[in-house]
């Protein structure tokens, strides 16, 4: 087992967004790992807020409310190409407080987003996060 406690974080490239929402994501991302007791080692950050959930390949208003989509890596994970997704939800769109989060299970990296996008591409078609200092962001 390695004795690095560097964490990186990434996002799809496509959804870069202003440092300032940046830091707020990677905090809760943050706050979401420390919550959990998750041992993670890489972090993908999939969607900035929003109030909706994918169910059937279709999208629907999620009834606990507003969320980040962001998946997890254990240093296990990575190993074995495979990952973990949560909802972490915050107070409201205006408030992102952290709530609680909810996860569908381990599934493996290639796995399909509704656009067929493989979900957890290799590390070179995602954009590695800058270090905030986040280890401990207020």
């Not at 890596?73 to 973990?84: A, M, N, S």
């Amino acid at each position: 087992m390695s004795t690095d406690d560097t964490i990186k974080y990434y996002v799809y490239p496509e959804l870069i967004p202003r440092t300032e929402k940046l830091r707020e994501l990677v905090a809760l991302a943050h706050e979401t790992a420390v919550q959990l007791d998750l041992r993670v080692k890489a972090v993908l950050i999939r969607s900035g807020l929003h109030h909706t959930m994918s169910v059937a390949g279709g999208y629907v208003r999620d009834p606990r409310g507003v969320h980040v989509t962001i998946s997890f890596k254990t240093e296990e994970q990575l190993l074995r190409g495979t990952h973990v997704t949560y909802h972490c939800y915050v107070r409201s769109m205006s408030d992102h407080t952290w709530m609680c989060a909810y996860h569908g299970g381990e599934k493996p990296d290639t796995v399909l987003k509704n656009r067929g996008e493989v979900v957890w591409p290799p590390a070179d078609e995602l954009r590695l996060i800058p270090d905030f200092g986040h280890g401990y962001l207020p």
